[in-house]
Every structure is written in structure tokens, then in C-alpha cells.
């Protein structure tokens, strides 16, 4: 067992010049910025991820990450995000709240057998721990990340 206490951290890319940026959990409310542009790194609204920056967000994340996984034609993707924006406000530094597009991004969402959108997928470290599909109200959603051990 590792019984070293590491401060969490969190594996995001730059939407303004691509960069990788690991940052601490407990600075996310701090107002991060990227290590290369300086510009910030939005954690209290849902971050967007694609095809190419899913697997290693996920997977090099120390907290658990809730991914919606919708597309823009949608309705009730559009009647459920604000409840995604106010969960990411709520959580931040605690896990990620992300956004996937399944037109965009079909390989990822693919791989995931998502048969109907809005579907909402809590991992930790990479691994699926809660599966939800249908538009979910901020409750709803706090309860399936709870799932992963987060305090909301
Ligand atoms: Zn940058």
C-alpha cells in the first residue's frame, strides 16, 4: 500500500494552446493557469472533451470524472446542462465534470456502447464506476458521483 499522502492531481489540456497541464486538486479554485500561455484553466465549468484528449484525462486524473456524454441537436442534452454547468461549479477540485460530443467524438462514444443521449459516465482512474442515461436534475447528478466516492 502507499501510504505517502500525494497531493491529488489533475491531468487537463489547454483549450487555448493544447498544453498539458497537471494541477493540483486543492489550487483548482484558485484559478489555474496554463504552465505555457498562462491563460486560465476553466475547472468551475464543464471541460470539453474529444477524441483525442478523453483517455488521457481520464486516465492521468487522481480524481474521479463525470462525463456527459451528449450532442448539440439534442433536447433534453440541452434541458440538462445547466445542471451539468452547476455540477461543475459544485465539485470543482473534488472530480472533473466533462462534456463529450458524440458527433464529434463517435470513437470515444462508441467504444462506450452509449445507445441513447444524454448519458452521463462516472470513472475513476479511467475506470467506468456508474452508468446513467436520460436528462438528470443536479441531485441526480450528485448522487451518481457519490458513487465514486465524492463528496457532494
Ligand atoms: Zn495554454
Known amino acids: 500500500m502507499d501510504t505517502e ?24 479554485a484558485d484559478g489555474p493557469k496554463c504552465g505555457k500561455c498562462g491563460r ?7 471541460l470539453a472533451l474529444n477524441d483525442e484528449t478523453f483517455q488521457k484525462t481520464l486516465a492521468e486524473s487522481d480524481v474521479p470524472v463525470a462525463v456527459d456524454f451528449y450532442a448539440d441537436w439534442c433536447g433534453p442534452c440541452r434541458m440538462m446542462a445547466p445542471a451539468v454547468d452547476a455540477l461543475a461549479a459544485h465539485v470543482q477540485g473534488r472530480a472533473i465534470v466533462a462534456k ?30 456508474a452508468r446513467q442515461s436520460g436528462a438528470l ?13 465524492v463528496a457532494v
Not at 486560465?40 to 464543464?46: C, F, G, H, K
Open 5 to 28: 499522502v500525494k497531493a491529488a492531481k489533475l491531468t487537463v489540456r489547454c483549450q487555448f494552446c493544447e498544453t498539458w497541464n497537471r494541477i493540483d486538486a486543492s489550487k483548482v
Open 40 to 46: 486560465p484553466i476553466l475547472l468551475e465549468r464543464p
Open 100 to 129: 463529450l460530443n458524440t458527433d464529434h467524438s463517435s470513437r470515444t462514444a462508441g467504444g462506450f456502447g452509449i445507445r441513447g443521449i444524454p448519458t452521463t459516465i462516472v470513472f475513476d482512474h479511467g475506470k467506468e464506476v
Open 137 to 149: 436534475p443536479l441531485e441526480g447528478l450528485k448522487q451518481l458521483l457519490a458513487r465514486a466516492g
